[in-house]
């Protein structure tokens, strides 16, 4: 198979262009080309308002060596094609099957892997099922009544359901997880170009199919899923683990259990502490999220304010500062809606969400700024739960209950707001003016409004004064990190920590992948029964 790199097309090629292009680069018969397969395309926007693709396509020819001798103007090289292997199994005798609490990416897939390879796993989710789920959710936002166990941050798919279902990583992947996890998704109904394009992602509304489907395969290769079943204890014996204990009643017995619970689910890292499971506190960053006309956006990146060949354009951008923290943007949405995504009562935090089609007035971010332990360490390996406990709640007051939203003008000069410019919220759920400068620590609040500044550079308009701010942005990851060894195993022997809660991914693909390796574990470890 040849790779082809540095291919520049335009906007609305098709495979027949990508042929003759091919061929009339290499001098050689369009016919002879079989196979073709676009693998990454990257848009290039550095001379707009004029825009192409760039593209990295694999092909097969007959003669393919003949190609390979001549000098090209392109760069072109020989690849071969290798898909993902899962282990063989191993020899140890597992008593039960192995259970997995949380059902979010990583649970996901650790479950399905488990399934296809004929362990029959056993998934507790505490959460709903994504229909009575999304029910749940839009019901909050409608009338504010939270469900402490089924929202935003609990419930199948996890906290990715409800967000753009961004699936670039920067996880190096040299055995093929990523495209598994990829082209499961696309198996289960999400849009194939996320196999190629250079920032995929499925859309909120597609990914809460896509995660039913994986369940019914999972169902149906003998695994098994409760929802309402939230691990409430663990049950040990001589340092090992013998079963876990569901809903504070029902013992079901265990010696294998994967935690892929979540970066939200401060209960449990709590119950974990109280067994001594060692954990340490990790960076993490806060903030507030900012909405800007995505016209303006789609000005700044495409040269015009709406393209008819593309959707709504993204932006990334980050800055060290003078007091040598770092401030950027996160979980970008293009035409995407801000979301009331609090998990527990008296506290609020927002998060971002877009639809598939991307095709809200707004872009959205969530402008955020690093915080180590150095700044809630003191209070010990669940420091950072508390400093997010408290940013909440202090969000939850500035609201009364609703999501607190500012000007930038206004946080500026640290000052509620009793009016709108030009820029509308789009909000899911009740929202009203409160003063952000009130919700967080002085340090974080110059932090932001010097970072915002200095993206104007980047982005025309980016500091204008009636971009809007709403928060508090606490649950970008987790506060702490489950330690695990070189077997994927904690300090308490039969416990898998997994994901994101644990503290070893960022997002859904990494999550996924992270999930795919303790998978492996489990197969490599334990012979199915």
Same mark, same amino acid.
């Given at each position: ?29 369009? #016919? ?9 395309? #990257? ?10 693709? %760039? ?41 039960? *099957? ?27 989710? &505490? ?6 789920? =999304? ?33 670039? =990583? ?37 990914? &809460? ?14 695994? /098994? ?5 939230? %691990? =409430? ?13 569901? !809903?504070? =009643?029902?013992?079901?017995?265990? /010696? ?32 507030? &999220? ?34 040598? &923290?770092? %401030? ?15 998990? /527990?009562?008296? *506290? ?12 809200? *007035? !707004? ?22 739960? /508390? ?20 000007? @930038? ?26 003063? @952000? ?42 506060? %702490? ?49």
């Amino acid at each position: 198979m040849i790779r082809i790199q540095q291919l520049k097309v335009p906007l609305n090629y098709d495979e027949a262009f990508l042929r003759k292009e091919i061929a009339r680069k290499l001098k050689i018969q369009a #016919s002879d080309i079989k196979e073709l397969r676009v693998r990454k395309q #990257s848009l290039d926007a550095r001379k707009k308002p004029d825009l192409y693709y %760039v593209l990295t396509v694999d092909f097969c020819l007959a003669k393919e060596q003949q190609v390979l001798k001549k000098k090209q103007h392109i760069t072109i090289s020989q690849v071969t094609d290798s898909p993902y292997q899962m282990p063989d199994g191993g020899s140890e005798t597992l008593p039960h *099957r192995p259970v997995i609490a949380g059902f979010g990416p990583a649970g996901l897939f650790c479950a399905l892997l488990l399934a296809r390879a004929g362990y029959c796993p056993l998934v507790l989710e &505490r959460g709903a099922d994504v229909d009575q789920r =999304t029910t749940a959710v839009e019901q909050f936002w409608k009338n504010g009544i939270l469900d402490t166990e089924s929202n935003i941050q609990f419930g199948e798919g996890g906290a990715g359901t409800f967000s753009d279902g961004k699936l670039n =990583t920067l996880v190096k992947d040299a055995c093929g997880r990523n495209h598994y996890v990829l082209k499961t998704f696309v198996e289960a109904g999400a849009d194939p170009d996320i196999l190629y394009v250079n920032k995929p992602h499925i859309g909120t509304d597609v990914l &809460r199919n896509v995660v039913k489907h994986i369940r019914q395969e999972i169902l149906s290769l003998g695994g /098994e899923v409760r929802f309402g079943c939230k %691990v =409430t204890d663990l049950k040990i014996k001589d340092q090992q683990l013998v079963g876990v204990c569901v !809903n504070h =009643t029902e013992e079901i017995p265990c /010696e294998a259990l994967v935690l892929a619970i979540g970066h939200s689910a401060r209960d449990t890292f709590a119950m974990l502490h109280e067994h001594q499971v060692l954990m340490q506190p990790k960076s993490f960053a806060v903030g507030l &999220r900012i909405e800007h006309p995505q016209s303006m956006i789609n000005l700044s990146q495409y040269g015009q304010e709406h393209h008819p060949l593309l959707g709504a354009a993204n932006y990334k951008v980050t800055r060290k500062l003078a007091n040598g &923290r770092g %401030v950027y943007s996160f979980c970008m949405c293009p035409g995407g809606y801000v979301v009331n995504a609090s998990s /527990e009562e008296g *506290r609020l935090a927002v998060n971002g969400m877009s639809y598939r089609a991307r095709d809200s *007035r !707004n872009s959205n971010s969530a402008m955020i700024v690093t915080v180590t332990p150095d700044d809630f360490g003191h209070a010990g390996v669940l420091g950072g739960i /508390e400093f997010q406990r408290d940013l909440e709640k202090a969000a939850w007051q500035a609201g009364n209950g609703k999501v607190p939203v500012q000007l @930038l003008g206004d946080f500026c000069e640290n000052r509620t707001s009793t009016g709108l410019g030009d820029v509308t919220p789009c909000i899911k759920g009740n929202w009203q003016f409160g003063n @952000l400068r009130e919700v967080l620590p002085e340090i974080i609040s110059q932090s932001l409004i010097e970072g915002v500044h200095g993206f104007e550079r980047q982005i025309h308009g980016f500091s204008r004064p009636d971009a809007l701010f709403s928060g508090v942005e606490s649950r970008t990851s987790s506060p %702490v990190r489950i330690v695990r060894d070189e077997r994927f195993l904690s300090s308490l022997t039969g416990l898998y920590p997994c994901g994101e809660g644990a503290g070893y991914a960022g997002g859904i693909t990494s999550a996924a992948m992270d999930g795919m390796k303790v998978a492996e574990a489990v197969i490599k470890k334990y012979r199915k029964n």
